[in-house]
């Protein structure tokens, strides 16, 4: 394999040189009741990312699947998503990468004038019942040691903005972050705010086919989006946010 990793790590990790999608496998696990494991694969055939949109995932990158059975309702699963990108914009940021968090869920590097790039993106998928998560599998795909010219547009990557990166570490990173605030969940909207470049922006949410533009507030305790419209605030679960130039 192009990469070890032997991490020390509270997950069992699972690695693969070429997988469709770690999401799936993970998914596939949980159906064979595992937990507590984490998916990595150096490159991705078949990577998604929201809205079954295609998620680019050449061999380079850190692409992995972080599957768990956390005791709590689905209304609070929008917080492991919110420490994935805690998690990943720290690794990022130990890396010498200038990495935020752009509401809800991707990992960017803000340029001048409002711009801002992509560096990874997390896709949270989940089985259970209205009381309680049965499983919850967190995907987490990082720009790792990739060149622009490998990737989408609007897309960047570690190795681009602070050179080659040490994937085994900074897996390990995430993956001691990620763990720190899945056991205390209360500390993960701080934690977010302080990461955060979506609050104060002039942003444009697409929300089930309608649009919504306005000033970002804060996040509430579950990770949703207050936003000051013209017509007043609007809070927003989820969606497609978009920063617009000052
Ligand atoms: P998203 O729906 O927010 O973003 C998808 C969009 O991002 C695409 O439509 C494209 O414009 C852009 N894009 C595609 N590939 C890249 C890339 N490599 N870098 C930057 N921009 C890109 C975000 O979805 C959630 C992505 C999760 C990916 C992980 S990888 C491990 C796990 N397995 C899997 O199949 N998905 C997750």
């Not at 490159?43 to 972080?66: C, H, K, Y």
């Not at 690794?91 to 992509?118: M, Q």
Request: hydrophobic share 40%; with cysteine; charged share 25%.
């Amino acid at each position: 394999p192009a990469i070890e990793y032997g991490l020390e790590a509270p997950f069992a990790v699972e690695y693969h040189e070429t997988l469709a999608s770690t999401n799936d496998r993970a998914r596939e696990l949980a159906g064979s009741g595992e937990t507590d494991v984490v998916v990595v694969a150096d490159e991705q055939t078949g990577g998604r990312g929201r809205l079954e949109r295609v998620w680019d995932a050449p061999a380079g990158g850190v692409w992995l699947s972080i599957l768990c059975r956390p005791e709590i309702p689905p209304a609070r699963a929008p917080l492991y998503t919110l420490a994935a990108a805690v998690a990943t914009a720290r690794a990022a940021r130990e890396a010498g990468v200038d990495a935020a968090i752009k509401w809800p869920n991707d990992v960017i590097v803000p340029g001048d004038g409002g711009d801002y790039r992509k560096l990874a993106g997390i896709l949270t998928e989940m089985e259970g019942e209205t009381d309680r998560v049965a499983w919850l599998v967190v995907g987490i795909g990082v720009n790792a040691n990739l060149e622009a010219a490998d990737l989408p547009e609007g897309a960047t990557s570690i190795c681009d903005e602070a050179g080659v990166v040490g994937r085994r570490r900074f897996v390990q990173r995430v993956l001691e972050t990620f763990d720190e605030y899945r056991s205390n969940l209360d500390a993960v909207i701080p934690a977010w705010r302080d990461l955060a470049a979506t609050p104060g922006q002039r942003v444009r949410i697409e929300v089930a086919g309608t649009e919504l533009v306005g000033r970002a507030v804060d996040v509430d305790g579950h990770g949703a989006l207050t936003v000051a419209t013209d017509e007043g605030e609007r809070t927003v679960t989820t969606g497609d946010c978009e920063h617009l130039r000052p």
